[in-house]
């Protein structure tokens, strides 16, 4: 890719048709090196983008025209096929500007006069920005904390102790005036889910919990140092947890926040004891979870089952997708997987989880992928290609396989890049007013036939989950190999080119965190220069809430106490020491105190984050991943750089730290 196809993904993608687009299975397949940018370009551009816009070629229609667009790229793509099906071709969309009669002499100095004139703004601004804080930087001989590209040193980051500590307040406080956990332990100990203006607690099953609070808890307490607290979720887990519940339990919830707690807690807890050994009964409450989820695999493609009776040993279909699984799902079960393999020395965790990995990539017709596969045939079917619900933590779980084992199984970091490479081209879009760069979805309208995906058209849509947020530190994460290459000038193309994304990915999340009460809902719709005449007249510039004044308020305006931004903000403070994220990520806790605290203790969802603060509605549940992921990362934000190094565990989708191992099972995905 040159730096014509940089303008038209950052420039031109804002003024065309954003909702429809034909995507082939071989396209963004190739390696990411193909993607040579031109990042100063890419810089300016977003930074002021009135000065820098494309020009039109003479025998076509301008970019606005996405009839012609789409039919021109659509038979390049197809003719392409015929002839290097592995190289995704991509239409040329800068070309030379048009003719026009030679100036004369004091015309052209008039013109460059002119342009001199207008250029001089965006000369001033870059010099202001770029190099007069690094000129008087060195004259001062001081720098800011993460401004430099060139080895930056997670190790010299300090904490911020007020901030810290009221982050650790909001978990703990105390009995007479309980926030989080406190609240929790008062009035539902033990019960899986809590409901903290009801003051009462429920559990997934009518024969009991299995411990979805706490497990998913305790790490947040070893991390804070909270050992009282510590200390009884540990007995509880001791004495009282039982997986023997008959009930529909999720194969991947439950992976993901017990098994993933328990083996963060066996983890952490070899730093608990004068001998380092670790306590021995998070591990074996882990065996007994992993040899009852296994059951859930028992299908003819090896896909797991959607959910699982943990008391019976048998897997469970969803009655709402019958004969289907989640791509998110089937896929998020392989660090926890792994790592019991590891602990236990039992491998049958270990390629059940790398049998899943062997048939998805077998089952791939391109990079990114539909979020439903058959657990039947173990193929995909058609479905939406998206980074929220159902998809988000595949591309996750990409990087971090890659990482957890030190960076030896290169197989996972090659189909990461080519899924980058495959969003870049096709999910990333611009808002036309303030040009906020976000992630689309593709939605399939129309010509599918079995086994002629390639028929299939795509319609771009411009919604974007709260869920996504964690792709802007994920994209840093994958950019510095896991935090070990934090030299921005030894970056590949490809990697500079994510760092950027990354970044515009991160400031648009925080965008949405503009509403009246601060906090972000569930779902962003963004504009696009196609929009509806209502939503031209109703809507805001550059985002907003699906939904109708006066009508109950939709799904999509709640926010249900989630994670993802501040996950971001914390890979993104860690790799840079930029003191923006940690001001964003106090903005983002200060919203949640204000709106969220329950008088009589706990936090809840909100309804609708954009109401005024008088007129907000609690939903009467707190949900664990509260206290498992929103306030560990804050609290993290908030320390010192060498607790939990980047470069020393991998924090599973619930944010679960688990250890980076150099590992004694052979891999076998090659």
């Known amino acids: 890719m040159d730096r014509g196809n940089l303008i038209r993904d950052f420039v031109q993608l804002s003024s065309c048709r954003?909702?429809?687009?034909?995507?082939?299975?071989?396209?963004?397949?190739?390696?990411?090196?193909?993607?040579?940018?031109?990042?100063?370009?890419?810089?300016?551009?977003?930074?002021?983008?009135?000065?820098?816009?494309?020009?039109?070629?003479?025998?076509?229609?301008?970019?606005?025209?996405?009839?012609?667009?789409?039919?021109?790229?659509?038979?390049?793509?197809?003719?392409?096929?015929?002839?290097?099906?592995?190289?995704?071709?991509?239409?040329?969309?800068?070309?030379?500007?048009?003719?026009?009669?030679?100036?004369?002499s004091s015309e052209a100095r008039r013109g460059s006069r002119t342009l001199l004139l207008y250029s001089l703004p965006l000369f001033v601004y870059l010099g202001v920005t770029?190099?007069?804080?690094?000129?008087?930087?060195?004259?001062?001989?001081?720098?800011?904390?993460?401004?430099?590209?060139?080895?930056?040193?997670?190790?010299?980051?300090?904490?911020?102790?007020?901030?810290?500590?009221?982050?650790?307040?909001?978990?703990?406080?105390?009995?007479?005036?309980?926030?989080?956990?406190?609240?929790?332990?008062?009035?539902?100990f033990g019960h899986d889910e809590y409901h903290p203006i009801s003051q009462k607690g429920s559990n997934l099953s009518d024969s009991g919990g299995i411990g979805y609070m706490i497990v998913d808890s305790i790490d947040t307490m070893m991390i804070m140092g909270l050992d009282e607290e510590y200390n009884r979720a540990r007995n509880w887990i001791a004495d009282k947890l039982s997986f023997d519940r008959v009930g529909r339990h999720s194969t991947f919830e439950t992976t993901i926040r017990i098994l993933g707690g328990l083996l963060s807690a066996h983890h952490l807890s070899s730093s608990r004891s004068p001998s380092g050994i670790p306590d021995p009964v998070f591990l074996e409450k882990a065996v007994d979870l992993g040899d009852r989820l296994l059951a859930a695999f028992?299908?003819?493609?090896?896909?797991?089952?959607?959910?699982?009776?943990?008391?019976a040993r048998q897997g469970i279909a969803d009655p709402d997708n019958p004969g289907l699984s989640s791509t998110a799902e089937v896929s998020t079960l392989q660090l926890e997987l792994r790592y019991l393999s590891e602990l236990s020395g039992d491998e049958t965790f270990w390629r059940t989880g790398e049998k899943v990995m062997h048939t998805i990539r077998n089952a791939m017709k391109a990079p990114a992928v539909p979020v439903f596969l058959s657990y039947r045939?173990?193929?995909?079917?058609?479905?939406?290609?998206?980074?929220g619900s159902r998809g988000d933590?595949?591309?996750?779980?990409?990087?971090?396989?890659?990482?957890?084992?030190?960076?030896?199984?290169?197989?996972?970091?090659?189909?990461?890049?080519?899924?980058?490479?495959?969003?870049?081209?096709n999910l990333v879009q611009v808002t036309p007013t303030s040009r906020l760069v976000y992630t689309s979805e593709l939605q399939p309208f129309g010509g599918y036939e079995a086994g002629h995906e390639e028929n299939v058209h795509w319609r771009r849509v411009p919604k974007q989950d709260h869920l996504v947020c964690f792709l802007g530190g994920s994209l840093l994460l994958g950019a510095t190999d896991g935090g070990n290459q934090l030299d921005r000038d030894l970056f590949s193309e490809g990697d500079k080119v994510n760092w950027k994304l990354g970044e515009e990915l991160i400031k648009t999340c925080m965008e949405t965190h503009k509403t009246k009460t601060g906090l972000s809902p569930e779902i962003a719709?963004?504009?696009?220069p196609s929009d509806p005449e209502w939503v031209v007249q109703n809507a805001p510039a550059d985002w907003y809430i699906k939904g109708l004044k006066g009508h109950k308020p939709p799904l999509d305006a709640r926010y249900i106490l989630r994670p993802e931004t501040v996950?971001?903000?914390?890979?993104?403070?860690?790799?840079?020491?930029?003191?923006?994220?940690?001001?964003?990520?106090?903005?983002?806790?200060?919203?949640?105190?204000?709106?969220?605290?329950?008088?009589t203790g706990g936090y809840s969802g909100v309804v609708h984050v954009d109401v005024p603060p008088e007129e907000v509605e609690l939903d009467d549940r707190m949900e664990t991943f509260m206290m498992s992921e929103t306030l560990k990362y804050l609290y993290l934000l908030f320390s010192e750089g060498s607790v939990l190094r980047l470069t020393d565990v991998v924090f599973n989708t619930e944010a679960h730290p688990l250890p980076v191992f150099d590992p004694t099972i052979d891999p076998g995905f090659k």
């Not at 045939?377 to 980074?387: K, T």
């Not at 996750?396 to 396989?401: R, V």
């Not at 719709?525 to 696009?528: H, L, S």
């Open 130 to 188: 770029y190099l007069v804080p690094d000129v008087l930087s060195t004259f001062l001989g001081t720098s800011k904390s993460g401004s430099s590209s060139a080895g930056f040193d997670p190790n010299v980051i300090v904490a911020d102790v007020p901030r810290r500590t009221k982050v650790v307040d909001a978990f703990k406080a105390s009995f007479t005036d309980a926030y989080a956990w406190h609240a929790y332990e008062r009035d539902a």
């Open 298 to 311: 028992e299908t003819p493609s090896r896909l797991p089952l959607p959910m699982v009776n943990l008391a």
């Open 393 to 425: 933590s595949f591309y996750e779980y990409l990087l971090k396989q890659y990482l957890q084992t030190g960076r030896r199984e290169p197989a996972y970091k090659d189909m990461y890049d080519a899924a980058m490479a495959f969003i870049w081209e």
């Open 525 to 528: 719709m963004f504009r696009t």
């Open 18 to 104: 954003q909702d429809e687009v034909s995507v082939l299975p071989r396209l963004g397949a190739g390696n990411s090196n193909h993607l040579v940018f031109g990042v100063i370009d890419l810089q300016i551009y977003l930074l002021a983008p009135r000065y820098y816009t494309p020009h039109h070629p003479s025998n076509s229609k301008p970019a606005s025209q996405p009839e012609e667009m789409s039919r021109k790229k659509s038979q390049e793509t197809r003719k392409s096929q015929s002839e290097t099906p592995d190289k995704p071709v991509v239409e040329e969309t800068v070309a030379k500007p048009l003719e026009a009669p030679p100036l004369s």
């Open 567 to 599: 996950e971001s903000l914390f890979i993104a403070y860690r790799l840079t020491g930029d003191q923006r994220y940690r001001d964003w990520g106090w903005e983002i806790f200060q919203a949640i105190e204000k709106h969220c605290k329950v008088p």
């Open 377 to 387: 045939n173990g193929q995909f079917v058609q479905s939406e290609i998206r980074l």
